[in-house]
């Protein structure tokens, strides 16, 4: 089957984690490797968290926000590659996107993992260091308890349920407890039925009565006995009836039984099967015994056509050596060509660096002072130089600029001033516009006269209607409740206001024949005239504003001056200096490349020196390399010959031997065979004895002289057991029969027993009328009792009784329950630790064997204390306490792999393993690692987090990915 891998991993925000991506490799083994507070334990804890959500405790919230999680892509083997995010805001969120598309969530999970939760995973399949170092602790009981819990529920879920359920039970009931609740209410029962007692005793006539009852009760429980006898005895003589035909059948059996010989029931019962299984056996075995025989010859002639070379198996281990350190001499040949071709590269660069100064002697840069404080007086005179250059530069370009914006500013304050008015032409366009002012001033007042006769008239129009209308409203009001003389006073005042305010206001035809202003211009002119009279006074503003940036760039103009003057006071110093470097290096160049030409000359110095190192560790490889030839050639047969490369020499000794080997291998073989078949020849001829004897004693118990005789008897045989049969199911049916039945079958014949059972039948009749009379009497006794018991103190007291014991009742039940539950629980890791632990310690043996090198060959509990014992491949047995730490970790690492393939679930999920093997020296941790290989099965992923460098150093680069502290 195959697992579910992970791919890669994205955190959004994680612990220690921001906008992290990790992949992992496709080995089934994947080292991270981090030293400490790298994020190991963060890692792990992420992707627990991206298949079973996040934990309770906010330790791994980003502080400053951030959204909470990932996306954690795995490939399944039946859904394909699929992306499981989780985010966690307000509220989780899960969103699992598979390769068709489908968006998933939480419960597509649970049922890809087959119902494993985050416990259950960390029981199984995550472990470290510290669980490695309990196993001393661990007897039957603990362990077992530790491998059941962690298989089946994940955690000690089981353990803390026993003793929640055991709290409980005593909270309920101890034996001699006073506190728990039925035991109190046990207590009050029992004071209860003291109070009935006394009660009971002091009604007048109440016992007389109960004991008259007790009377007819005890008649009646008398007769009711009588009856069930008779009852009884009647179905017996029923059982009887319908036995004697059984009974005349078994008669006759038995005298045909006894027209048999006697010896005809000695024929064995399964002679038959046994002849036919004897000579099964027998054919098969003769055919392979000739079949030995002959394969024996073959290998015979084989083994005589097989002779190896001693001569070259006596240098075998010679060979094997040099083999083993062919190696070496490949890699002094790729260190040999290596430090050619860096001294090919040092001898060209050195070349290159000479050429490009222009020199020829490598001495002369060899005596260079390259000393630090050479360099930095050679750093300091070059930087001077060049800011004095680049200061001459930019004073050259400040210059230039300050004289090009003097020449624009000048140029700038002609231009303003030939644009602005003389002072006659300002005036005469002032006058004319004052004048067209004025004009527009009264040509307004006029329009706005205008306007207030409108408003008037309409508003003195408005008050007229609304006047005339309360008027004849008025008046229409007054008619109609019939005041003639106020009606009349209104009608006459309406028509006194309507003459009054019938003369008409002004006119706006009289308002527009008064005279109008005349003016000599347009409105057109005199908004040009106002145009240039507001651009003539812009004009002379920015002539100001000018003529001050002027005087400011001539003032600029005069400091750039004043500093050319300082620059070529300082300048001086700067080109000495560096002239006289120059002369000591011997650089005739732009002083601004020096710093860069030393720079040169130190790498070329350095170069010359690496190629004389290089010269050296050249001749010493090629002293190794003819060392290895030599010792090569001294095993080869033709020792002159020097033209065959090592590697093909070598290959050829290293072939001879493997062939002379592989014979001699195939000549041992041949011989192991020879025996084998030998003691097969021998195991045969023995099989095939004792098949004869044992038909020879088949025919004696028959007592049958041949094979014929032998199948005679058989028939004969075959016929009695049929009689015997039918005589053994008569029998049979006669089995579950009481002798009195048997006896009461055969005391007569069929009549005389159904007459029998007709005179019991009437006896049943007359002891149920008795018992109906019993109970009618009873009934009345009854009904008088509890008229008294109703009468007083006994009732009340009977009543509290009765529901007192009713809630013992449900006490008890409660308590037998839990009891019950508690016995389950036991029994069931009772049962894991008879039959699912010696199982597991089977297979943990399986690992523990090849984890410590063969050392070690079984795991078992001690009978007498419950502790592991651990036996030796030489039958020594062990405690685990007696055992190193580095044996009793991988002891523990043993069990862990057990429990866990034990535990095979379809989910298949990945390992996790936090150093769990630090203390391991180099070939247990070999050892180890080769077994997580096996224990992956090349499809289960194994994640392994390490702090430690042997650990990393162990396994391929690929398998490896390293987190930065």
Known sequence: MKAMRIISIHIYQYGKFSNRTFHFSASPVQLIYGLNEAGKTTMM?????????????????PKSGGVYGGVLEAEHPEYGVMKIERTKGTAEKVRVYTETGEVKQEDFLKQLFQGTDRALYKAIYSFDVFGLQEIHAFNRDKIGEFLLFSSLFGAEAVSKLDSRLMKESERLFKPNGRNPHLNQELETLKQLAAKLKQAEAEEAGYHQLLEEKRTLESRLAAAETELKETAEHIRNIDRAIELKPVLIEKTVLEQAVGQYPEHAGQFPADGLHRLEKYESHLHPKSAQLEALRVKLAELDKQLQKLNPNEDILANEALILELSSAYHMYQSYGEQLAAIQAQLRQSSSQAAAGLEQLNKTDENELLNMNTSYDYEWQLQQAVRHYVQARDRKRQLDEAFEAARRELEDAERAVRDVSFAILENSQRKEKEAALTAYDKAQGQHQEQMKLREQLKFFERQQAKHKKIMIAAGILFMVLFLLLGQWIPAICVGAALMLYAFTTGRKPLSSEEVRERKEPETDISPREAEAIREALWEDDRNKQHLTSLRAELQQKEAAYERIIQQFEQWEADMAPSFSQAEQFMNELGFKEDPSFLLDAYNVMKDVKKEVKKKHELTIEAGRLQKHRRTFEERVRMLHPDKNDSQTPVADVLHALRKNAEREKEIEKQKREIETDIQFHEEQVLELEQEIRYFQ???EQLFTEAGAKDRNEFFAIADISKKLKDIDTKLYNVNAQLQGVSSAELHLADSGTLSELEQKRLQEHEKKERLDEETKQLRAQIAMLLVKQEQL?????????????EMQKERVK?????????????????????????????RLLETAGEFFCPLTDGSYQSIYFSETDDSIMVMNSAGTVFQAEELSQGTCEQLYTAIRFALAVTRQDGAMLPFQLDDSFVHFDQKRLNRVLEMLAVLSGGERQI???TCHEHVKNALQSDQIIHLVS
């Open 943 to 945: 994640f392994y987090f």
């Open 693 to 695: 004897a044992q038909i």
């Open 45 to 61: 804890s992420f992707i627990e968290s991206m298949l079973f959500g996040f934990p309770k405790s906010k330790k791994y919230e």
């Open 810 to 838: 449900e006490s008890a039940k409660k308590w037998a329950s839990i009891q019950m539950v508690r016995h389950v629980i036991r029994n069931k890791m009772e049962r894991h630790k008879k039959v699912g632990l010696p």
């Open 789 to 801: 018991e109703a009468s007083g103190l006994v009732s009340d007291i009977k009543l509290q009784t």
